[in-house]
């Protein structure tokens, strides 16, 4: 997702503590199984650049967790997830983004995918649930004084079972 968020590990950023997208909202330092594309072209003063993958996604454990609340962390906790799918829906992750030199760069990202088991051996248990993510992230550096300015805003929608279905 995000520029802050993709890229927060390490000495690159002079964080005392990781941004709350990245800790409450997004699965920062999550990883999973898959494969993708990415590039980046290069023009005079501009850069372009693209990602796309394919990974095993999310869990139940995002609406079912020690939180008690919706929390997309949760999965982090399934070490099967780099053995097989939760669903064998695969999570769409891309992002682009267009960088001048002079101005900074402007990123949007995505990222989601059905995150319940609907089904077993054919068997509907449940409709497809989704979760979706969108970031926008925008960094620069300030001239008159070289800092480096670093935003994200980050947007999710869950599609969360009824708690309590109507009674007819």
Sequence with gaps: M????????GPKWEYIDRPVSATQMLPAT????GFGIYG???????????????????DDQIISNT?????????????NRFEESFNGEPLITAKVAIRN???GELGLSYMGGVYNKFQIDGLVLDEK?????????????LSPTKTYLVTEWAFIN???????PAVW
Excluded: C, M
């Design 101 to 103: 030199k002079k101005i």
């Design 2 to 9: 995000g520029r802050s968020t993709k890229n927060q590990d």
């Design 67 to 79: 939180e008690n609340k919706t929390f997309l962390p949760a999965s982090k906790l399934n070490r």
């Design 129 to 141: 649930r989704r979760v979706d993510t969108w970031a926008i992230d925008f960094n620069t550096t």
């Design 30 to 33: 999550w990883s999973n199984v």
């Design 40 to 58: 980046k072209k290069h023009k005079n003063n501009w850069a372009y650049a693209y990602e796309l993958y394919l990974t095993n996604g999310f």
């Design 158 to 164: 869950v599609d969360v079972p009824d708690l309590h």
